[in-house]
């Protein structure tokens, strides 16, 4: 049974328009938050105690599973808004709603900070497709990676599409954005080696027993179409690559990206 919380189950217009503007990332700038929606991925924003400034659920869509983390997030004082099912349908980005529908704010992080605390860290330059930085912060968490930093020219990260790909690997770790001389400036500073993912580069397999020793490092992927910026590329203190069949000519960014990094993985 569902703890009370608010009864009224109907929300306004101007309520509808503020959450459907977080579906762009203008709206998601002047806001300072993003929505994440459906049970498993509010599930990792609890399991990872990023909570929901505010939570919009439709009794009637809720499986048992449903119910119990509107519970869940109750006792952790979340603001709850029940409402109808054609409401929550009405703001939901999602093809079939699954009655749950979460609003947080994005963390305002400063990227010294990131660097400050990171030993490896993967950087994500050019990727404007949000299914490919999706399955790349799914990886980089998987895989031992304590940030993500894109580049401006990237997708941006709390997109819902990348939100939605990513299986609540959003709410894991820290996920910022910043300007290419800024990540180089505290890739210097702080002393990181440069790895760039590169097809004219070093076999990985020959190398990932002497990346695996860098005490801190960043790993550069960059998309199949646009690569990786001359700028940020001329830095690289290692280029690798991944063997391969003759068969196809190159691997999809997150495939590439995924295997580098479970290879890197210690």
Do not use: C
Not at 136 to 162: C, H, M, Q, W
């Amino acid at each position: 049974m569902i703890l009370k919380s608010r009864s009224i189950l109907t929300i306004t217009q101007a309520e509808k328009k503020r959450i459907r503007l977080l579906r762009t990332r203008k709206g998601r700038k002047s806001e300072k938050r993003f929505a994440a929606e459906g049970i498993r991925l509010l599930e990792e924003s609890l399991r990872n105690k990023f909570l929901p400034v505010k939570l919009y659920y439709a009794e009637s869509l809720l499986t048992d599973r449903g119910r119990w983390l509107v519970n869940q997030f109750k006792k952790e004082k979340v603001s709850l808004r029940k409402i109808l099912a054609k409401e929550i349908s009405a703001v939901s980005d999602a093809n079939t709603s699954q009655g749950i529908l979460g609003l947080f704010n994005i963390p305002q992080l400063k990227p010294g900070m990131v660097f400050k605390k990171g030993r490896r860290l993967l950087l994500l330059d050019n990727i404007s497709d949000p299914g490919n930085a999706g399955t790349l912060f799914r990886s980089a968490l998987a895989f031992g990676f304590d940030a993500v930093i894109l580049t401006n020219n990237s997708v941006d990260p709390f997109n819902p599409k990348v939100v939605r790909s990513s299986a609540g690997a959003i709410f894991g770790f820290p996920i910022i954005t910043a300007t290419s001389e800024e990540i180089l400036r505290f890739q210097k500073n702080d002393r990181f080696k440069l790895i760039v993912a590169d097809m004219n580069g070093i076999d990985l397999h020959s190398e990932k027993s002497n990346i695996r020793n860098f005490s801190r490092l960043i790993l550069v992927l960059g998309s199949e179409a646009e690569g990786i910026s001359d700028y940020i590329s001329s830095k690289a203190d290692i280029r690798v690559k991944i063997g391969h069949t003759a068969k196809v000519d190159s691997l999809n960014v997150a495939v590439a990206g995924s295997i580098i990094m479970k290879e890197l993985y210690i």
